[in-house]
């Protein structure tokens, strides 16, 4: 702050007493103001008393001044301690999942994965990402699927494959692994993870399979699952963070398939290519929109003009309506 203590401490003293009810008839500051009579004389308009402002540099009223300057400095590092104290301290979930799943590591950061597909195609691995039981974020990520294979989709091929993507991105940034990597599934797509955590050799990385149908918790080198309460924190945590993974996934699918829907209804339509074709689906988001949209809304779009727009609106016109001219020779669209 540019301003001076004395700057400060004016501004305090208006902003403060502005709303007050009580006006002391002292007021004692530890620095002398340039305005303290302006302000005394504003104090003593608000109050029915003579108030005074005064910097004391000795006796007995300049020693309480320094105390209570003290005390107030001592009160804010207080505050400030408690705040980061507050930023810090890690959820009784995050300490319950470290003693459930016997982790030696604290998972203060969790990723999950999940892998989806919809109707057997555009198969995509989902990461979400935790930090004391919080989401973040900004920190998700999808994972286009390449080995999706000509038999369709395939959960093991699938976690194999993003898992080291992952981590290697990981790396390959300089930062830091997870304290806990979770993987929607049971044995194997754990069995998977791990298969691919090994190839990195990586080998101290605790990894979790949460199995939706039971909602048991595969650990590595044991052969039963971890069953736990269903009230369990621990396993609430673990819940939250696949649903996340999966609600993810699922918005991701809807705009793909709303881009494909919009694509394909352009792909056969004359002077649309793909430039024009990205254009509108950034524009309208959907074929239905762009259908309801007017020529002149759809001309506004960068390269379309508005002869195109009329030739696009008349292709996209629903099956049992023809277009006739008005007086000006434009076409439009009316049941037939």
């Known amino acids: 702050i540019e301003a001076s203590d004395a700057e400060i401490i004016s501004a305090f003293i208006r902003l403060f007493y502005l709303q007050s009810d009580f006006i002391p008839r002292q007021i004692h500051v530890n620095v002398a103001l340039s305005d303290g009579e302006e302000l005394a004389a504003w104090l003593t308009s608000k109050s029915d008393m003579k108030v005074t ?88 990520r999808h994972f286009r699927i390449r080995s999706e294979s000509e038999r369709g989709a395939d959960d093991f091929a699938s976690i194999h494959e993003v898992v080291p993507r992952r981590i290697s991105g990981l790396r390959r940034r300089g930062e830091a692994l997870p304290d806990l990597l979770m993987i929607d599934g049971g044995k194997g797509q754990l069995s998977n993870a791990i298969d691919a955590l090994r190839q990195l050799e990586i080998y101290d990385l605790p990894v979790v399979g949460l199995a939706k ?46 881009k494909r829907t919009i694509a394909s209804g352009l792909d056969d339509i004359p002077g649309i290519g793909p430039k024009r074709r990205q254009a509108l689906l950034r524009e309208f988001g959907s074929v239905r929109q762009l259908r309801e949209a007017d020529p002149e809304q759809i001309a506004a779009v960068k390269g379309v003009s508005l002869k195109l727009a009329y030739q696009l609106k008349e292709h996209l016109q629903p099956p049992g309506e023809e277009t006739r001219s008005d007086d000006d020779g434009v076409t439009e669209g009316v049941a037939a």
């Open 53 to 140: 402002v005064a910097a004391f540099q000795r006796g007995l009223k300049a020693q309480a001044q320094e105390l209570a300057v003290s005390n107030a400095a001592h009160m804010l590092e207080e505050r400030r301690l408690k705040r980061e104290a507050l930023r810090d301290r890690v959820p009784q979930s995050v300490h319950s999942l470290q003693r459930d799943i016997s982790s030696p590591t604290l998972p203060r950061r969790i990723e999950g994965i999940d892998i989806s597909n919809f109707q057997g195609t555009d198969t995509v691995g989902s990461l979400v990402v935790m930090i004391d039981g919080k989401p973040k974020r900004s920190e998700y």
């Open 213 to 258: 149908r039971l909602e048991e918790i595969f650990v590595p080198g044991e052969s039963e699952p971890i069953l736990l309460p269903r009230a369990s924190a621990s396993l609430r945590l673990l819940q939250v963070l696949r649903d996340e993974a999966h609600r993810f996934a699922v918005t991701h699918h809807r705009k793909l398939r709303t």
